[in-house]
Protein backbone atom coordinates (compact mmCIF):
# COMPACT_ATOMS: atom_id res chain seq x y z
CA UNK A 1 0.00 0.00 0.00
CA UNK A 2 1.07 3.44 -0.93
CA UNK A 3 0.65 6.90 0.72
CA UNK A 4 -2.37 8.75 -1.31
CA UNK A 5 -0.70 10.46 -4.32
CA UNK A 6 -1.28 13.86 -5.41
CA UNK A 7 -1.90 15.48 -8.68
CA UNK A 8 -0.20 18.87 -9.67
CA UNK A 9 -2.80 20.85 -12.01
CA UNK A 10 -1.60 24.07 -13.52
CA UNK A 11 -4.14 26.73 -12.71
CA UNK A 12 -2.53 29.93 -14.69
CA UNK A 13 0.35 32.23 -15.53
CA UNK A 14 0.83 36.11 -15.04
CA UNK A 15 3.48 38.71 -14.56
CA UNK A 16 0.39 40.57 -11.94
CA UNK A 17 -2.13 38.55 -9.86
CA UNK A 18 -4.51 38.74 -7.14
CA UNK A 19 -4.75 35.93 -4.58
CA UNK A 20 -7.48 35.22 -2.25
CA UNK A 21 -6.66 32.92 0.57
CA UNK A 22 -9.67 31.57 2.50
CA UNK A 23 -8.31 30.10 5.59
CA UNK A 24 -5.15 29.71 6.77
CA UNK A 25 -2.52 28.55 4.90
CA UNK A 26 1.50 27.41 6.31
CA UNK A 27 4.46 28.99 3.79
CA UNK A 28 5.88 25.88 3.21
CA UNK A 29 7.69 23.35 5.65
CA UNK A 30 7.77 26.83 8.31
CA UNK A 31 4.87 27.24 10.76
CA UNK A 32 4.31 30.84 9.51
CA UNK A 33 0.82 30.82 7.98
CA UNK A 34 -1.13 33.41 5.31
CA UNK A 35 -4.52 34.13 5.38
CA UNK A 36 -6.86 37.09 3.08
CA UNK A 37 -5.77 38.85 -0.14
CA UNK A 38 -2.15 39.00 -1.50
CA UNK A 39 -0.40 40.29 -4.55
CA UNK A 40 1.99 38.07 -7.06
CA UNK A 41 4.10 39.73 -9.00
CA UNK A 42 7.68 39.64 -10.51
CA UNK A 43 9.96 41.97 -8.45
CA UNK A 44 14.25 41.65 -9.33
CA UNK A 45 13.51 37.91 -11.09
CA UNK A 46 12.36 36.99 -7.83
CA UNK A 47 8.40 35.71 -7.22
CA UNK A 48 7.13 38.97 -4.70
CA UNK A 49 4.38 38.10 -2.49
CA UNK A 50 3.08 41.32 -0.30
CA UNK A 51 0.02 42.48 1.24
CA UNK A 52 -0.01 45.84 3.55
CA UNK A 53 2.44 44.65 6.01
CA UNK A 54 4.62 42.18 4.70
CA UNK A 55 6.67 41.13 1.66
CA UNK A 56 7.85 36.96 0.70
CA UNK A 57 10.51 36.65 -1.99
CA UNK A 58 11.62 33.57 -3.70
CA UNK A 59 13.91 33.43 -7.24
CA UNK A 60 12.18 29.72 -7.72
CA UNK A 61 9.33 28.44 -6.08
CA UNK A 62 6.67 30.08 -2.95
CA UNK A 63 4.48 26.78 -1.77
CA UNK A 64 1.23 27.68 0.62
CA UNK A 65 -0.06 24.40 2.45
CA UNK A 66 -3.49 24.49 3.67
CA UNK A 67 -3.97 23.84 7.34
CA UNK A 68 -6.86 21.15 5.86
CA UNK A 69 -8.47 20.68 2.49
CA UNK A 70 -11.77 21.24 3.87
CA UNK A 71 -11.67 24.76 5.35
CA UNK A 72 -9.18 26.05 3.12
CA UNK A 73 -9.30 27.15 -0.53
CA UNK A 74 -7.92 30.00 -2.90
CA UNK A 75 -8.87 32.12 -6.26
CA UNK A 76 -6.53 33.58 -8.06
CA UNK A 77 -7.00 36.47 -10.70
CA UNK A 78 -4.87 38.91 -13.10
CA UNK A 79 -4.81 42.40 -10.93
CA UNK A 80 -6.75 44.62 -13.46
CA UNK A 81 -9.50 42.62 -13.15
CA UNK A 82 -12.25 42.61 -10.53
CA UNK A 83 -12.85 39.48 -8.72
CA UNK A 84 -16.02 37.58 -9.67
CA UNK A 85 -18.21 34.88 -9.06
CA UNK A 86 -17.09 33.51 -12.64
CA UNK A 87 -13.33 32.69 -11.25
CA UNK A 88 -13.16 29.40 -9.59
CA UNK A 89 -12.14 28.59 -6.24
CA UNK A 90 -9.15 25.51 -5.86
CA UNK A 91 -8.87 23.89 -2.80
CA UNK A 92 -5.38 22.08 -1.98
CA UNK A 93 -1.95 23.52 -1.95
CA UNK A 94 -1.04 26.83 -4.02
CA UNK A 95 2.72 26.19 -5.43
CA UNK A 96 3.87 29.47 -6.95
CA UNK A 97 6.96 29.19 -9.66
CA UNK A 98 9.04 31.38 -11.63
CA UNK A 99 9.75 30.90 -15.52
CA UNK A 100 10.58 33.29 -17.79
CA UNK A 101 9.82 36.34 -16.26
CA UNK A 102 6.37 35.03 -15.60
CA UNK A 103 4.14 33.28 -12.47
CA UNK A 104 3.25 29.82 -12.99
CA UNK A 105 0.53 29.00 -10.39
CA UNK A 106 0.06 25.33 -9.69
CA UNK A 107 -2.63 23.34 -7.49
CA UNK A 108 -1.41 20.74 -5.77
CA UNK A 109 -5.10 18.70 -4.44
CA UNK A 110 -4.82 14.91 -3.09
CA UNK A 111 -6.18 12.29 -5.94
CA UNK A 112 -9.67 12.05 -4.24
CA UNK A 113 -10.26 15.08 -4.42
CA UNK A 114 -8.86 15.49 -8.10
CA UNK A 115 -11.61 12.62 -9.10
CA UNK A 116 -14.35 14.11 -6.96
CA UNK A 117 -14.03 17.89 -8.97
CA UNK A 118 -13.73 15.65 -12.16
CA UNK A 119 -16.99 13.77 -11.54
CA UNK A 120 -19.06 16.74 -10.78
CA UNK A 121 -18.11 19.02 -13.36
CA UNK A 122 -18.56 16.05 -15.77
CA UNK A 123 -21.77 14.54 -14.10
CA UNK A 124 -23.06 17.08 -12.35
CA UNK A 125 -26.83 16.04 -12.84
CA UNK A 126 -26.25 12.36 -12.80
CA UNK A 127 -27.92 10.49 -9.81
CA UNK A 128 -26.80 6.71 -10.48
CA UNK A 129 -24.82 5.29 -7.99
CA UNK A 130 -23.26 2.36 -10.05
CA UNK A 131 -22.45 4.24 -13.11
CA UNK A 132 -20.97 7.30 -11.29
CA UNK A 133 -18.37 4.06 -9.26
CA UNK A 134 -17.60 3.08 -12.59
CA UNK A 135 -16.58 6.27 -13.84
CA UNK A 136 -14.77 6.77 -10.73
CA UNK A 137 -12.62 3.69 -10.89
CA UNK A 138 -11.63 4.82 -14.70
CA UNK A 139 -10.97 8.85 -13.69
CA UNK A 140 -8.88 7.30 -10.94
CA UNK A 141 -6.72 5.00 -13.08
CA UNK A 142 -5.93 7.55 -15.11
CA UNK A 143 -5.50 10.18 -12.18
CA UNK A 144 -2.97 7.89 -10.89
CA UNK A 145 -0.82 7.77 -13.99
CA UNK A 146 -0.78 11.56 -14.13
CA UNK A 147 0.31 11.77 -10.59
CA UNK A 148 3.39 9.36 -11.40
CA UNK A 149 4.50 9.70 -14.49
CA UNK A 150 3.29 13.88 -15.16
CA UNK A 151 1.68 13.81 -18.05
CA UNK A 152 0.91 16.57 -19.61
CA UNK A 153 -1.81 18.08 -20.19
CA UNK A 154 -0.86 20.30 -22.89
CA UNK A 155 -3.10 18.51 -25.96
CA UNK A 156 -6.03 20.19 -26.49
CA UNK A 157 -8.73 17.46 -26.69
CA UNK A 158 -11.98 18.61 -28.57
CA UNK A 159 -14.57 17.13 -25.92
CA UNK A 160 -17.76 18.08 -28.38
CA UNK A 161 -16.03 15.45 -30.25
CA UNK A 162 -18.34 12.27 -30.67
CA UNK A 163 -14.90 10.47 -30.59
CA UNK A 164 -13.53 12.04 -26.88
CA UNK A 165 -17.49 12.80 -25.50
CA UNK A 166 -16.57 10.69 -22.09
CA UNK A 167 -12.57 10.23 -22.63
CA UNK A 168 -11.36 10.25 -18.70
CA UNK A 169 -7.65 9.64 -20.75
CA UNK A 170 -4.30 11.22 -18.51
CA UNK A 171 -3.83 13.56 -21.23
CA UNK A 172 -7.36 15.08 -21.04
CA UNK A 173 -8.17 14.56 -17.29
CA UNK A 174 -6.47 18.19 -15.99
CA UNK A 175 -8.95 19.73 -18.74
CA UNK A 176 -12.15 18.49 -16.91
CA UNK A 177 -10.58 19.29 -13.29
CA UNK A 178 -12.21 23.04 -12.24
CA UNK A 179 -11.31 23.11 -8.84
CA UNK A 180 -13.76 23.76 -6.40
CA UNK A 181 -17.02 22.52 -8.96
CA UNK A 182 -19.80 25.35 -9.21
CA UNK A 183 -22.47 22.56 -8.42
CA UNK A 184 -21.57 19.45 -6.48
CA UNK A 185 -23.30 16.17 -7.12
CA UNK A 186 -23.51 14.28 -3.61
CA UNK A 187 -23.95 11.02 -5.40
CA UNK A 188 -20.63 11.63 -7.50
CA UNK A 189 -19.39 12.49 -3.96
CA UNK A 190 -20.63 9.05 -2.88
CA UNK A 191 -19.53 7.26 -5.58
CA UNK A 192 -15.50 8.24 -4.64
CA UNK A 193 -15.57 7.85 -1.25
CA UNK A 194 -17.09 4.02 -1.61
CA UNK A 195 -14.19 3.38 -4.22
CA UNK A 196 -11.30 5.13 -2.21
CA UNK A 197 -7.79 4.08 -3.32
CA UNK A 198 -9.33 1.43 -5.80
CA UNK A 199 -7.64 1.67 -9.73
CA UNK A 200 -8.35 -0.80 -12.41
CA UNK A 201 -5.38 -2.95 -13.49
CA UNK A 202 -4.25 -5.83 -15.93
CA UNK A 203 -1.35 -7.71 -16.09
CA UNK A 204 0.03 -5.80 -12.89
CA UNK A 205 -0.11 -2.38 -14.97
CA UNK A 206 -2.50 0.80 -14.49
CA UNK A 207 -5.58 1.08 -17.02
CA UNK A 208 -6.49 3.66 -19.76
CA UNK A 209 -10.11 2.75 -20.45
CA UNK A 210 -11.53 4.24 -23.36
CA UNK A 211 -15.14 5.00 -23.78
CA UNK A 212 -17.99 5.21 -26.20
CA UNK A 213 -21.11 6.38 -26.15
CA UNK A 214 -22.67 4.06 -27.55
CA UNK A 215 -20.71 0.55 -29.35
CA UNK A 216 -23.19 -0.60 -31.77
CA UNK A 217 -23.84 -4.19 -30.17
CA UNK A 218 -20.24 -5.05 -30.27
CA UNK A 219 -17.40 -3.30 -28.98
CA UNK A 220 -13.74 -3.09 -30.83
CA UNK A 221 -10.51 -5.21 -29.42
CA UNK A 222 -7.33 -3.56 -29.83
CA UNK A 223 -4.12 -5.17 -30.39
CA UNK A 224 -2.03 -2.31 -28.35
CA UNK A 225 -4.54 -2.60 -25.47
CA UNK A 226 -4.57 -5.91 -24.57
CA UNK A 227 -7.71 -5.53 -21.89
CA UNK A 228 -10.07 -4.84 -24.58
CA UNK A 229 -11.22 -7.60 -26.18
CA UNK A 230 -14.33 -7.98 -28.74
CA UNK A 231 -17.71 -7.40 -26.24
CA UNK A 232 -21.59 -8.30 -27.45
CA UNK A 233 -23.40 -6.60 -25.49
CA UNK A 234 -26.48 -8.13 -24.82
CA UNK A 235 -27.33 -11.93 -22.88
CA UNK A 236 -27.89 -13.24 -26.05
CA UNK A 237 -23.92 -14.05 -27.52
CA UNK A 238 -23.40 -14.05 -30.59
CA UNK A 239 -20.01 -15.26 -32.87
CA UNK A 240 -20.24 -13.47 -36.22
CA UNK A 241 -17.38 -12.59 -37.48
CA UNK A 242 -17.83 -8.94 -38.52
CA UNK A 243 -14.48 -8.78 -40.19
CA UNK A 244 -15.68 -11.03 -43.11
CA UNK A 245 -17.30 -9.26 -45.74
CA UNK A 246 -20.81 -9.12 -46.43
CA UNK A 247 -21.25 -10.03 -42.23
CA UNK A 248 -21.47 -6.37 -41.05
CA UNK A 249 -24.51 -5.45 -43.57
CA UNK A 250 -26.14 -8.71 -41.96
CA UNK A 251 -25.47 -7.40 -38.48
CA UNK A 252 -26.27 -3.50 -39.22
CA UNK A 253 -29.65 -4.60 -40.56
CA UNK A 254 -30.63 -7.70 -38.42
CA UNK A 255 -28.77 -7.26 -34.93
CA UNK A 256 -29.80 -9.32 -31.52
CA UNK A 257 -31.26 -7.22 -28.63
CA UNK A 258 -28.58 -5.19 -27.51
CA UNK A 259 -28.04 -2.85 -23.96
CA UNK A 260 -27.12 0.27 -25.62
CA UNK A 261 -30.57 -0.40 -28.09
CA UNK A 262 -32.55 1.79 -26.16
CA UNK A 263 -34.30 5.74 -26.96
CA UNK A 264 -31.76 8.25 -25.74
CA UNK A 265 -34.18 9.60 -23.60
CA UNK A 266 -35.19 6.76 -21.69
CA UNK A 267 -31.48 6.73 -20.38
CA UNK A 268 -32.21 10.00 -18.15
CA UNK A 269 -32.27 13.80 -19.33
CA UNK A 270 -28.47 14.43 -18.74
CA UNK A 271 -27.68 11.62 -21.21
CA UNK A 272 -30.06 13.66 -23.44
CA UNK A 273 -28.96 16.90 -22.81
CA UNK A 274 -25.43 15.26 -22.92
CA UNK A 275 -26.06 14.03 -26.94
CA UNK A 276 -28.21 16.54 -28.18
CA UNK A 277 -28.45 16.77 -32.02
CA UNK A 278 -28.10 13.56 -32.24
CA UNK A 279 -31.52 11.38 -32.90
CA UNK A 280 -30.25 7.96 -33.36
CA UNK A 281 -27.19 6.04 -31.35
CA UNK A 282 -27.15 2.72 -32.07
CA UNK A 283 -28.33 2.92 -35.84
CA UNK A 284 -28.20 6.20 -38.37
CA UNK A 285 -27.66 6.88 -41.51
CA UNK A 286 -25.64 10.17 -43.33
CA UNK A 287 -25.60 11.71 -47.06
CA UNK A 288 -22.69 13.56 -48.29
CA UNK A 289 -22.24 15.02 -51.49
CA UNK A 290 -19.30 13.56 -53.19
CA UNK A 291 -18.02 17.30 -53.36
CA UNK A 292 -18.32 17.31 -49.62
CA UNK A 293 -15.94 14.07 -49.12
CA UNK A 294 -13.46 15.77 -51.49
CA UNK A 295 -13.19 19.29 -49.80
CA UNK A 296 -12.63 16.95 -46.26
CA UNK A 297 -9.83 15.53 -48.05
CA UNK A 298 -8.12 18.60 -49.68
CA UNK A 299 -8.52 20.85 -46.69
CA UNK A 300 -7.88 18.72 -43.72
CA UNK A 301 -5.72 16.26 -45.00
CA UNK A 302 -4.06 18.10 -48.12
CA UNK A 303 -5.36 15.62 -50.37
CA UNK A 304 -6.44 16.30 -53.42
CA UNK A 305 -8.03 13.26 -55.54
CA UNK A 306 -10.35 15.28 -57.41
CA UNK A 307 -14.19 14.45 -57.53
CA UNK A 308 -14.83 11.23 -55.33
CA UNK A 309 -16.22 8.87 -57.22
CA UNK A 310 -16.29 5.44 -55.18
CA UNK A 311 -15.37 4.87 -51.95
CA UNK A 312 -14.63 0.47 -51.07
CA UNK A 313 -14.10 -1.17 -47.56
CA UNK A 314 -11.23 -2.99 -47.66
CA UNK A 315 -10.69 -4.40 -44.08
CA UNK A 316 -12.89 -4.63 -40.67
CA UNK A 317 -12.28 -4.76 -37.39
CA UNK A 318 -14.14 -7.28 -34.55
CA UNK A 319 -16.88 -4.84 -34.09
CA UNK A 320 -17.07 -3.82 -37.85
CA UNK A 321 -15.03 -1.05 -37.46
CA UNK A 322 -13.64 0.45 -40.62
CA UNK A 323 -9.78 -0.19 -40.26
CA UNK A 324 -8.94 0.12 -44.31
CA UNK A 325 -10.78 1.84 -47.28
CA UNK A 326 -9.88 2.84 -50.25
CA UNK A 327 -11.24 6.23 -52.22
CA UNK A 328 -11.11 6.84 -55.78
CA UNK A 329 -11.29 10.15 -57.16
CA UNK A 330 -10.68 11.33 -60.79
CA UNK A 331 -7.50 12.26 -60.44
CA UNK A 332 -6.05 9.47 -58.06
CA UNK A 333 -6.86 6.96 -55.96
CA UNK A 334 -5.94 6.62 -51.92
CA UNK A 335 -5.93 4.19 -49.47
CA UNK A 336 -6.40 5.40 -45.48
CA UNK A 337 -6.17 3.15 -43.22
CA UNK A 338 -6.12 3.08 -39.03
CA UNK A 339 -5.50 6.12 -37.06
CA UNK A 340 -6.00 8.37 -40.43
CA UNK A 341 -9.44 6.22 -41.48
CA UNK A 342 -10.92 7.20 -38.38
CA UNK A 343 -9.91 10.75 -38.61
CA UNK A 344 -11.65 11.01 -41.84
CA UNK A 345 -14.88 9.11 -40.20
CA UNK A 346 -14.62 12.10 -37.53
CA UNK A 347 -14.30 14.92 -39.93
CA UNK A 348 -16.69 13.63 -42.44
CA UNK A 349 -19.13 14.08 -39.32
CA UNK A 350 -19.81 10.22 -39.06
CA UNK A 351 -21.10 8.97 -35.55
CA UNK A 352 -18.76 5.80 -35.75
CA UNK A 353 -16.40 4.63 -38.15
CA UNK A 354 -18.48 0.82 -37.78
CA UNK A 355 -20.72 1.82 -41.28
CA UNK A 356 -21.67 0.51 -45.02
CA UNK A 357 -21.29 3.21 -47.90
CA UNK A 358 -23.99 3.33 -51.14
CA UNK A 359 -23.06 5.22 -53.95
CA UNK A 360 -26.25 7.11 -55.34
CA UNK A 361 -26.98 10.08 -57.52
CA UNK A 362 -29.83 12.33 -55.58
CA UNK A 363 -30.50 15.40 -57.44
CA UNK A 364 -28.69 15.00 -60.44
CA UNK A 365 -25.34 14.78 -57.64
CA UNK A 366 -23.19 12.28 -56.99
CA UNK A 367 -23.32 11.47 -53.60
CA UNK A 368 -22.61 8.89 -50.38
CA UNK A 369 -24.99 7.29 -47.92
CA UNK A 370 -23.16 6.06 -45.26
CA UNK A 371 -25.20 3.60 -42.90
CA UNK A 372 -23.49 3.45 -39.57
CA UNK A 373 -24.03 1.13 -36.24
CA UNK A 374 -22.92 2.73 -32.56
CA UNK A 375 -21.76 5.97 -31.59
CA UNK A 376 -18.12 7.39 -30.57
CA UNK A 377 -14.93 5.50 -30.75
CA UNK A 378 -16.31 2.10 -30.23
CA UNK A 379 -14.01 0.56 -27.45
CA UNK A 380 -13.64 -0.12 -23.58
CA UNK A 381 -16.96 1.22 -21.55
CA UNK A 382 -20.19 1.40 -24.09
CA UNK A 383 -21.55 4.45 -21.98
CA UNK A 384 -25.21 3.67 -23.29
CA UNK A 385 -25.24 -0.14 -22.28
CA UNK A 386 -23.68 1.30 -18.89
CA UNK A 387 -26.69 3.54 -17.68
CA UNK A 388 -28.71 0.42 -19.08
CA UNK A 389 -27.02 -1.90 -16.70
CA UNK A 390 -27.30 0.64 -13.74
CA UNK A 391 -30.74 1.24 -14.24
CA UNK A 392 -31.22 -2.60 -14.32
CA UNK A 393 -29.39 -3.13 -10.47
CA UNK A 394 -26.13 -4.26 -11.99
CA UNK A 395 -23.14 -2.92 -10.01
CA UNK A 396 -20.59 -1.32 -10.95
CA UNK A 397 -18.21 -4.23 -10.72
CA UNK A 398 -20.46 -6.33 -12.67
CA UNK A 399 -20.85 -3.84 -15.24
CA UNK A 400 -17.45 -3.67 -15.41
CA UNK A 401 -16.79 -7.64 -15.69
CA UNK A 402 -19.15 -7.34 -18.55
CA UNK A 403 -17.17 -5.23 -20.65
CA UNK A 404 -13.95 -5.43 -19.45
CA UNK A 405 -13.45 -8.98 -18.39
CA UNK A 406 -10.05 -9.42 -17.64
CA UNK A 407 -9.43 -5.98 -16.13
CA UNK A 408 -9.28 -5.97 -12.05
CA UNK A 409 -10.17 -3.82 -9.23
CA UNK A 410 -6.93 -3.08 -7.11
CA UNK A 411 -6.66 -1.41 -3.78
CA UNK A 412 -3.71 1.00 -3.97
CA UNK A 413 -4.17 2.86 -0.96
Known sequence: MIGKPEIDVHVCSGKKL???????????????????????????????????????????????????????????????????????????????????????????????????SVLCNKYSEFDSLEFLKLQALIARSSAFILSKDNVSADKQINHESLYNRFSLAPHELKSLYLGVPEKCNEVAHKAVAETEGNIL??????????????????????????????????????????????????????????????????????????????????????????VEISSVLRNSFDMNIGSVESIDILERGSSGAVLKMRIKGNIESIEMTGADSQAFCEELGLQSSAFLVERKTLNKKLS??????????????????????????KTAEQILAHYLPLVLVEKQY
Not at 100 to 111: A, L, M
Not at 216 to 231: A, H, P, Y
Not at 240 to 246: K, R
Not at 368 to 393: D, H, M, R, W, Y
Open 201 to 290: VFDDQVCIVPQTICCGGITEGDIDMKFLNRVCDSDHFTNIDLTQAGYFEQWYYRPIECYCDKDKSKLGSWFDNEIKGISHLFRWTKTLAS
Open 18 to 116: SLDLEGEYFIGDSQRKLSGKWQVSILDNKIQVEDDKEVILSSSEIKLIPIGIDCCGFTIYPCNSKKTQAQRKYRGAVLLTFVEGTVQVWNEVDIEWFVT
Open 368 to 393: FVFSGAGTGLGKGICIAGALELAQNK
